[in-house]
């Protein structure tokens, strides 16, 4: 894991990176973590949602990102917002085989000044074109007022997948999501697949027919929601680790 310091262009804003935590080497089928670290200085003074939003390659796809204020703001979302996101695409055309992904946050405000993280949970999937790119990443408000990174992050991204060696047949072609989730966890399988949801001390606590797609809504075989934490997602054809929270 690769750590980079980053020095930011801020032009009326007061939203600054700070650090980012990647990888510089990824497979297809992998599921990986970046952390991106910035300060909110609160001389706005008042409210104002902000977004984070990253240049990726084309087949690495974002799962969730959670986000964490001084305030105690601790939020995840799931889906990225296209209209931002067609703005950026006009405004800053993407490189060759990549494109840009937004995601907002709720708003900060003064009280939340100092030091936020963003833990983003992405999967590589099969579909990704190996070879050499740089990851970029921005920070803005809603006004568009933009803090730039000025270095960018190098990736390689490499043919031979991790997922191979899981001991689950086909499991480059299925996909567990998102990896963080509060109602439900959606699952895709190549062929029909009988799944088993277990907990952190491997006890079964639900069972799951999937055909091609389907989910998971956190409750156990008696339909009682089950305790927030980490469980596996495991078929024939598919593996996935996910963590509820409440």
């Given at each position: 894991m690769k750590r980079l310091c980053l020095v930011a262009l801020s032009l009326t804003s007061c939203l600054y990176f700070q650090d980012v935590y990647?990888?510089?080497?990824?497979?297809?089928?992998?599921?990986?973590?970046?952390?991106?670290?910035?300060?909110?200085?609160?001389?706005?003074g008042y409210s104002s949602q902000c977004w984070l939003a990253m240049m990726l390659p084309d087949g690495i796809h974002v799962d969730s990102v959670r986000y964490?204020?001084?305030?105690s703001i601790d939020g995840v979302v799931t889906e990225p917002d296209t209209v931002l996101g067609t703005w950026l695409q006009e405004q800053r055309p993407p490189d060759s085989g990549m494109c840009w992904i937004v995601f907002a946050t709720e708003a900060l405000?003064?009280?939340?000044?100092?030091?936020?993280?963003?833990?983003?949970?992405?999967?590589?999937?099969d579909t990704a074109s190996p070879g050499s790119?740089?990851?970029?990443?921005?920070?803005?408000?809603?006004?568009?007022?933009?803090?730039?990174?000025?270095?960018?992050?190098?990736?390689?991204?490499t043919a031979t997948g991790i997922a191979e060696g899981r001991?689950?047949?086909?499991?480059?072609?299925?996909?567990?999501?998102?990896?963080?989730?509060?109602?439900?966890?959606?699952?895709?399988?190549?062929?029909?697949?009988?799944?088993?949801?277990?907990?952190?001390?491997?006890?079964?606590?639900?069972?799951?027919?999937?055909e091609q797609t389907g989910f998971w809504d956190g409750t156990d075989?008696?339909?009682?929601r089950v305790p927030a934490g980490a469980y596996l997602v495991r078929g024939e054809h598919v593996l996935g680790r996910v963590t509820l929270f409440d």
């Open positions: 990647q990888p510089s080497l990824v497979s297809t089928g992998e599921h990986i973590t970046i952390t991106v670290s910035g300060t909110h200085d609160g001389s706005g964490k204020t001084p305030d405000t003064a009280e939340s000044a100092g030091v936020f993280d963003a833990h983003v949970y992405l999967h590589v999937a790119y740089l990851v970029d990443y921005l920070l803005g408000y809603w006004s568009a007022t933009i803090s730039d990174s000025i270095l960018d992050q190098p990736l390689e991204v001991g689950c047949r086909g499991a480059r072609e299925s996909r567990v999501w998102p990896s963080l989730f509060s109602e439900r966890v959606s699952i895709a399988v190549p062929e029909p697949d009988n799944v088993g949801v277990y907990d952190a001390g491997g006890r079964l606590v639900r069972n799951l027919r999937v075989e008696r339909g009682l």
